[in-house]
């Protein structure tokens, strides 16, 4: 199995800055894409940023120029720096890995337990 686990997430002023690390470990073969995802309350999950094994990344617009998504491909991490947080960034951030436990060929997709990030005004 896989395991992911995000950690780095608390409470910040407006204009700070947080880090969320998040570590998969377990039986992996490989990891293709890793993201990050933000949900508020009574708001779906979305996406704020994913980097790909070949370290393409993509970004949610509202978060462009703020936040830099980066992975440790032998550390099997994925981080996110947010700088200059706004308080519409309140939200509980989840770590996301698509990743091979086998040599099947098939991705499976597993999730963190979530971390808090309170933005305050």
């Known amino acids: 199995q896989v395991q992911v686990v995000e950690s780095g997430g608390g409470l910040v002023q407006a204009g700070g800055s947080l880090r969320l690390s998040c570590a998969a470990s377990?039986?992996?073969?490989?990891?293709?894409?890793m993201a990050w995802y933000r949900q508020a309350p009574g708001k779906q999950r979305d996406l704020v940023a994913s980097v790909t094994s070949g370290a393409s990344t993509n970004y949610l617009d509202s978060v462009k120029g703020r936040f830099s998504i980066s992975r440790d491909n032998v550390k099997n991490m994925v981080y996110l720096q947010m700088n200059s947080l706004k308080p519409e960034d309140t939200a509980v951030y989840y770590c996301?890995?698509?990743?091979?436990?086998?040599?099947?060929?098939?991705?499976?997709?597993?999730w963190g337990q979530g971390t808090q990030v309170t933005v305050s005004s």
């Open positions: 377990g039986t992996i073969i490989n990891i293709k894409t």
């Open positions: 996301y890995v698509a990743a091979q436990r086998d040599r099947s060929g098939i991705y499976f997709q597993y």
